[in-house]
């Protein structure tokens, strides 16, 4: 039987605390989502001043970018030059700010990051990744 990496509870802390960190030295007021690889939220935070809708947006960049094992953003590029088929695939998240955490070759999860603009979300996504290597 194989073996996997898996994110664990401290994992998510790490990257939650990291990536609020980074959003409020930016002064951005955003939701922070983390998902296991099978994109099911682990942990989540709101930050004050976040609009509502982006604790809805932030977990569904997570699952995107956990089950298609890249970052959301791809999937924004492939719509946005023209396969609008794509928009009946079965994911929610297809905006940039979602990326995937990449351990020893395995996604073992994601960080999806919404409320401000979606480069902005997807910098404090890896900000929280990055933490775990740190």
Do not use: C
């Not at 509870?9 to 930016?26: F, G, K």
Request: net charge negative; no cysteine; hydrophobic share 45%.
């Amino acid at each position: 039987m194989n073996t996997k990496p898996v994110l664990s509870v401290e994992d998510v802390q790490t990257i939650l605390n990291a990536a609020r960190r980074h959003a409020e030295e930016n002064k951005w007021p955003v939701t922070i989502a983390v998902a296991d690889d099978g994109g099911h939220l682990l942990g989540m935070i709101r930050l004050d001043g976040a609009a509502p809708l982006s604790s809805h947006i932030a977990p569904a960049k997570a699952r995107t970018a956990a089950l298609g094992r890249r970052e959301s953003k791809g999937f924004e590029d492939v719509i946005n030059n023209g396969r609008y088929a794509f928009l009946s695939a079965p994911l929610e998240g297809m905006l940039e700010g979602g990326v995937p955490i990449v351990h020893d070759g395995h996604v073992v999860g994601s960080v999806g990051v919404s409320g401000v603009k979606s480069d902005e979300d997807a910098q404090i996504a890896r900000a929280g990744i990055a933490a775990l290597h740190a």
